[in-house]
């Protein structure tokens, strides 16, 4: 495909947003007409259409898509195919959606290819904008958790003592936690056992805090 410059991406937005009729191709051979649109905020796609009663509408956020394939790249087109389902000429129109790290997938029939590749660019191109911003977050983040393993090493030696880190935790972070839970998480991560933690120990140390929500919550404060 073509590429794009931003006034064309800004009008293909646009469009998405306007919604599109595309059918949903199940497994199972069955099929489904459904109004998609891209989110006014663009984190996420939906559609609408959908006779379930209780049913809550399917949204698929863009920092989720693995994947953006043409035609019948797909295995369930592959093997609608083959039953004659659908036809060779509709890979023209086809395109899936893979997400939730491979493990799902959305298999859709545009009108027409015109349609399809509306789609297709829209959608890649906020998926490497999702990519570009999460990059950007991460090294933002390492930056950050990095600036408070220089200032707590004082002596300069490019690591933190057990008594640095635990200073750098109450006195900076503000975070106070049981010797016993301290000790487990600092060896989990000193790989040289010399009761030190070099820049890359102390970014996994600081991982590990993340995933206790009630230290993490109180560092953000």
Not at 37 to 52: A, M, P, Q, T, V
Not at 201 to 220: P, Q
Request: positive net charge; aromatic residues 10%.
């Amino acid at each position: 495909m073509a590429s794009h410059n931003d006034n064309d991406v800004t009008e293909i937005l646009q469009r998405l947003k306007s919604g599109s009729a595309l059918t949903k191709c199940k497994p199972n051979g069955k099929e489904y007409l459904r109004q998609f649109f891209l989110h006014d905020r663009e984190s996420f796609i939906s559609y609408g259409g959908s006779r379930k009663i209780f049913g809550k509408p399917q949204i698929y956020n863009i920092k989720d898509i693995d994947e953006i394939r043409i035609g019948f790249a797909a295995e369930t087109f592959d093997r609608l195919m083959k039953r004659g389902i659908v036809k060779s000429v509709d890979q023209n129109r086809a395109f899936s959606i893979i997400y939730d790290d491979h493990r799902k997938g959305e298999h859709l029939l545009a009108s027409n290819t015109a349609t399809r590749d509306l789609w297709v660019t829209g959608l890649e191109y906020l998926k490497n904008q999702n990519a570009q911003k999460s990059q950007y977050h991460f090294v933002r983040e390492k930056n950050w958790i990095l600036d408070f393993f220089h200032s707590a090493d004082k002596d300069q030696s490019n690591k933190l003592t057990k008594d640095e880190c635990r200073a750098l935790l109450e006195d900076s972070l503000n975070v106070k936690m049981p010797d016993a839970v301290f000790e487990r998480m600092f060896n989990q991560v000193d790989k040289s056992r010399q009761g030190a933690l070099n820049q890359v120990d102390f970014v996994n140390f600081f991982n590990l805090l993340t995933h206790r929500k009630d230290l993490f919550g109180i560092m953000k404060t």
